[in-house]
């Protein structure tokens, strides 16, 4: 099977278990927003946003290790998996005992009464994570997948029952979450045989340290980009204006329209998952460089074409996913939409690009990178948020995420020198603002503006697809 096809099929199997429960988590938020307060949905998703904080933080950001040696057939996968597992676990104890003191920073504060059902989460979180990415690193797709669709299907029953029925709101969230990935942990365990996998005695301290070598600067690479993805809120949250309306509930407003951008970003994870796969795997391969650009290629034109469909249809989907009936304040989350939509590009984007630190092992450029992005994200935040509110907040994320884009695409080129259309891109970016504008302003004719602009972005992005899809039914290698 040449390298296009498995990249394909890989995609399929991985999006046959995404897609289902990507789905689904969407679906999920019009049961959130219809049982919870935009204030409650602000504590939701700072409870989210302090999880993939802890994470890197505390198990050292060693699922990316799990996945960059397991598949590598020079290391034990015995080895791999118990060493990373003593590792993340010594971490979590750690975890255990700080989790609590979090409650004593102010703009922290909604998470008084949750740091106990938030460490448990964190843990719980964590070991599904090391089991998931250590049955794809053994190249188990398909079981992969299936337990992305099994640990969907149970979260969706355990928020029906903790949410909808016992009515525990931000509680029942933790709680399903909870249980939903501790179902997971024991059916890969079982199904993928993973207690083979963890011997004490295959403990490997010079495997730990080279796998502490690569997964080091990820550390404050991953935190800075939660940082990064939930610094808006925080400011929205705890900034004052007398121009705008800001406060916990345009937080929660904010946080609500962000979830509409996930359909991007599920397509983004779906592809992810296998990319990088083949990233590492071919990272050695004479035309690289060629499966680099034809694939980046692929890649950004469906991004781009998707993201002009969604905008397109922003507003019915915003009806679907948000539930304006108990609270109406979600009804203009819709507005706030295009712009993360377009940020969302970005960040697909920026994912691929960080794949080629992550096959090279260039990991603290990766760090490097997220760093400048972090501290523009504060400047921009700081002087728009207060001008423009919550609009000045999506606007910020998104010259964030293209900052972040424009110096790795320098950057990463000089690992991987794949060829890269500036014009092209430059083109398909201007007519996505262009929708943006169309979508905040609502001017006359707004659906005929938005088809026109849609229908021009798939006629620019139509070669690259289809140079793609010639690649995949192509017989030879």
């Given at each position: 099977?040449?390298?296009?096809?498995?990249?394909?099929?890989?995609?399929?199997?991985?999006?046959?278990?995404?897609?289902?429960?990507?789905?689904?988590?969407?679906?999920?938020?019009?049961?959130?927003?219809?049982?919870?307060?935009?204030?409650?949905?602000?504590?939701?998703?700072?409870?989210?946003?302090?999880?993939?904080?802890?994470?890197?933080?505390?198990?050292?950001?060693?699922?990316?290790?799990?996945?960059?040696?397991?598949?590598?057939?020079?290391?034990?996968?015995?080895?791999?998996?118990?060493?990373?597992?003593?590792?993340?676990?010594?971490?979590?104890?750690?975890?255990?005992?700080?989790?609590?003191?979090?409650?004593?920073?102010?703009?922290?504060?909604?998470?008084?009464?949750?740091?106990?059902?938030?460490g448990i989460y964190v843990c719980t979180s964590a070991v599904r994570a090391l089991c998931s990415q250590f049955v794809r690193a053994r190249g188990m797709v398909k079981l992969f997948s299936l337990d992305g669709i099994l640990t969907t299907f149970t979260l969706f029953i355990f928020n029906l029952v903790f949410i909808s029925g016992l009515g525990l709101g931000v509680r029942g969230f933790m709680i399903s979450t909870i249980l939903s990935d501790a179902c997971s942990a024991v059916f890969l365990t079982l199904a993928a045989g993973l207690r083979r996998f963890f011997v004490l005695s295959s403990y490997s301290r010079t495997l730990g340290r080279k796998m502490m070598r690569f997964s080091l600067p990820l550390i404050p690479t991953a935190v800075m980009w939660t940082f990064t993805g939930f610094s808006d809120q925080i400011f929205i949250g705890n900034l004052r204006s007398s121009?705008?309306?800001?406060?916990?509930?345009?937080?929660?407003?904010?946080?609500?329209?962000?979830?509409?951008?996930?359909?991007?970003?599920?397509?983004?994870?779906?592809?992810?998952?296998?990319?990088?796969?083949?990233?590492?795997?071919?990272?050695?391969?004479?035309?690289?460089?060629?499966?680099?650009?034809?694939?980046?290629?692929?890649?950004?034109?469906?991004?781009?074409?998707?993201?002009?469909?969604?905008?397109?249809?922003?507003?019915?989907?915003?009806?679907i996913l948000i539930n304006y009936g108990t609270f109406p304040e979600y009804s203009r989350a819709y507005l706030y939409t295009p712009l993360l939509i377009a940020a969302a590009v970005y960040t697909c984007l920026d994912l691929f690009l960080s794949s080629i630190y992550t096959a090279t092992q260039h990991t603290k450029n990766a760090f490097y990178t997220i760093l400048v992005v972090c501290i523009a994200n504060i400047i921009l935040n700081i002087c728009l948020i207060p001008e423009w509110g919550i609009q000045g907040a999506a606007l910020a994320t998104f010259l964030s995420y293209l900052l972040c884009f424009w110096i790795r695409m320098i950057d990463a080129r000089y690992y991987v020198p794949f060829a890269f259309s500036v014009s092209r891109n430059a083109l398909n970016t201007a007519m996505l603002l262009g929708m943006c504008a169309v979508g905040v302003f609502r001017p006359a004719l707004d659906m005929l503006w938005l088809t026109v602009i849609a229908a021009g972005i798939c006629v620019l992005n139509y070669s690259a697809l289809m140079t793609t899809v010639k690649k995949l039914l192509k017989r030879g290698a």
């Open positions: 099977m040449n390298k296009y096809k498995k990249l394909a099929v890989n995609t399929v199997i991985f999006a046959i278990g995404s897609f289902s429960s990507k789905i689904f988590s969407l679906l999920l938020n019009n049961l959130y927003t219809r049982h919870i307060s935009p204030a409650g949905f602000y504590t939701k998703t700072l409870i989210e946003t302090m999880a993939l904080f802890l994470l890197p933080v505390f198990t050292f950001s060693l699922t990316e290790a799990v996945v960059r040696y397991g598949l590598d057939k020079d290391y034990d996968k015995k080895q791999v998996f118990t060493t990373a597992s003593m590792m993340s676990l010594g971490g979590l104890a750690a975890m255990l005992a700080a989790v609590p003191l979090l409650q004593f920073i102010p703009f922290l504060r909604p998470l008084r009464g949750y740091t106990l059902l938030l121009r705008v309306s800001l406060g916990e509930d345009a937080a929660g407003i904010y946080s609500a329209a962000s979830k509409i951008p996930n359909l991007i970003s599920m397509i983004s994870t779906i592809f992810f998952q296998a990319w990088n796969m083949s990233a590492i795997t071919e990272n050695s391969s004479r035309d690289r460089d060629i499966f680099y650009e034809k694939v980046y290629s692929a890649y950004e034109a469906i991004l781009f074409v998707s993201a002009a469909g969604l905008m397109l249809l922003v507003k019915p989907i915003s009806a």
